[in-house]
């Protein structure tokens, strides 16, 4: 079984910045896509952003392109989004999630993931 373990969330002032992580650990495989969603109160899951594990293929959702960046550590099995220039609209739980690579890219639904974590809390505020 894969599992997934977020870190990094806190309370931060708009304009400034969090990295979260995301370690891999249990089964793993030869390569899987691994992506960020959040979730604000009241509100659907949405996608923030993925990477594929081999290669380090990357796309955004356009609310976070140019001020979110996502990569990975494929030596410590962790997975990055580096947040810049926080808005208060930032605010959600952030959700890692993971899924064996497919022929599918970008994978940006939530059902297109197995995989995921208990989510850490990011609160932005202005």
């Known amino acids: 079984q894969v599992q997934l373990r977020e870190s990094g969330g806190g309370l931060v002032q708009a304009g400034g910045s969090l990295r979260l992580s995301c370690v891999i650990s249990?089964?793993?495989?030869?390569?899987?896509?691994m992506g960020w969603f959040r979730q604000a109160p009241g509100k659907e899951r949405e996608f923030v952003a993925t990477?594929?594990?081999?290669?380090?293929?990357?796309y955004y959702a356009d609310s976070v392109k140019g001020r979110f960046t996502i990569s990975r550590d494929k030596f410590k099995n962790t997975m990055y989004l580096q947040m810049n220039s926080l808005r208060p609209e930032d605010t959600a739980v952030y959700y890692c999630?993971?899924?064996?690579?497919?022929?599918?890219?970008?994978?940006?639904?939530?059902?297109?993931?197995?995989?995921w974590g208990q989510g850490t809390q990011v609160t932005v505020s202005s």
């Open positions: 999630a993971a899924e064996v690579t497919g022929s599918t890219w970008p994978r940006v639904g939530q059902y297109e993931y197995n995989y």
């Open positions: 990477i594929r594990w081999t290669g380090g293929s990357t």
């Open positions: 249990g089964r793993t495989f030869s390569n899987y896509d």
